[in-house]
């Protein structure tokens, strides 16, 4: 049914459609919405049987998800930011004992200093928590992947998170086309968990590991990674066949044949990269761009497919490992080695800065010139960065950098205000 519906709302109903038995929830902005929601279809009976369990914190929320996955509970909840942080020990804890536990992440930035606004720094800080990780590039992506990513981690017996991009999707209204209960039931059997808590068959769910066996435990949790490569393109086409569109997988290319240079990214970015691309596509410039669907488990071999003959690659992400680089750059030349073209690393959008046609269309241009340098941070006012570097060395007590930088900002502001005046 097609709905002209906000996304938080349209992940809710999608949720509600996979039968969840337990959903724990810790508001957070701006994932607060989508537990709203599901609240009150639980509240109306619209969800049942279903239990909605009001926790006192984030940490809280994912162990009561660790207590009924593992009870034979088909079990959710959602979080973003400081609040995927706080749950971080359970969410080790999630992966490390193989619970399939379905988790919304509503993409936002961490702090300090404080910012409520997107980027990919929430998600990204926990790639190697041994979670699956899909992120959505609309709202009718991000309602299909939670469908799809109760399928995948009941199969694999591992956890998911379904990362969209907090108040640019989970805030933003469009048409949205969800399925009928009838669809879902079909796509999605009742959850058989291949580990329970169970009195009659009893066994230990997070015994202690000791060095005799510890690699090989983690291992596995490895080869279930690897089999999730195989797994994820499988369950996508059967959702195609069932639903009759096109979402999940591994990666998804746009524009990619004769495309010379490539540009690479996740999430709701990849709207406006498609649209600069056509532009440039236009003007005569091959190029195109590549979306990363599945951030974890990384598909290198995908990755390498999609990008055998391109000259450069631009890879374009919200997020970036603070004296190092690009993370996602880093996982694109690994799975490239020797064999890749030029790769440009480009941080962008960082604490909701927009991410503009304008802005994207002179960084590519520079691309396709080879103006770029390996690192670049895109709209960044350096002018802004010099003068808090000087003050830090002509002065030991300099103050903390944000306020410097913010009475900087806001004096700019004020003076252009005044000249317009």
């Not at 279930?224 to 959702?239: D, G, I, N, Y």
């Not at 003050?391 to 950098?401: H, L, M, N, Y």
Request: aromatic share 6%.
């Amino acid at each position: 049914m097609l709905k002209q519906i906000e996304g938080s709302r349209a992940v809710a109903e999608a949720v509600a459609l996979c039968r969840p038995d337990v959903i724990c929830a810790y508001p957070i902005s701006p994932q607060t919405h989508i537990v709203e929601g599901l609240g009150e279809m639980v509240k109306a009976g619209a969800i049942a049987p279903c239990e909605f369990i009001n926790v006192e914190s984030e940490f809280a929320a994912m162990s009561v998800a660790i207590g009924a996955s593992a009870a034979g509970a088909r079990s959710y909840t959602a979080t973003a930011s400081q609040g995927l942080l706080f749950m971080v020990e359970a969410v080790y804890n999630a992966s490390g004992l193989g619970l399939p536990i379905v988790m919304t992440v509503a993409n936002r930035a961490i702090g300090a200093p404080i910012n409520i606004w997107n980027d990919h720094s929430d998600a990204v800080s926990q790639r190697d928590s041994g979670w699956l990780q899909l992120f959505a590039e609309t709202n009718q992506e991000a309602a299909d992947l939670h469908i799809q990513a109760f399928r995948i981690a009941e199969e694999l017996s591992l956890p998911v998170m379904v990362c969209m991009d907090g108040f640019i999707l989970t805030h933003a209204y469009e048409r949205v086309d969800l399925p009928t209960q009838e669809m879902v039931d079909a796509f999605l059997p009742p959850y058989a968990p291949r580990q329970v808590l169970d009195p009659g068959e009893p066994v230990t769910i997070g015994t202690m590991v000791g060095p005799e066996a510890f690699t090989e435990v983690r291992y596995l949790a490895h080869e279930k990674q690897r089999q999730a490569l195989e797994l994820m393109p499988a369950v996508a086409a059967e959702f195609r066949a069932a639903f009759g569109r096109d979402s999940g997988g591994l990666v998804r290319g746009y524009r990619l044949d004769d495309a010379e240079t490539v540009v690479i990214a996740m999430g709701s970015v990849l709207g406006t990269l498609k649209d600069t691309v056509d532009e440039l596509r236009d003007a005569g410039v091959n190029i195109g761009v590549l979306g990363v669907v599945s951030f974890r488990p990384f598909p290198s071999a995908a990755v390498r497919a999609a990008l055998q003959s391109v000259r450069r690659l631009v890879v374009l992400e919200k997020y970036f490992a603070l004296g190092s680089g690009g993370v996602l750059a880093a996982d694109v030349q690994m799975a490239l080695g020797k064999n890749g073209g030029e790769i440009y690393s480009v941080i962008a959008g960082l604490g909701g800065r927009p991410i503009t046609k304008k802005s994207l269309r002179g960084l590519l241009e520079m691309a396709v010139r080879d103006e770029l340098v390996q690192l670049t941070f895109l709209d960044l006012d350096r002018t802004l960065v010099a003068k808090q570097l000087a003050r830090e060395r002509q002065t030991r007590r300099s103050g903390p950098a944000a306020e410097s930088i913010l009475r900087d900002v806001h004096g700019t502001m004020a003076r252009n205000e005044g000249k317009k005046s």
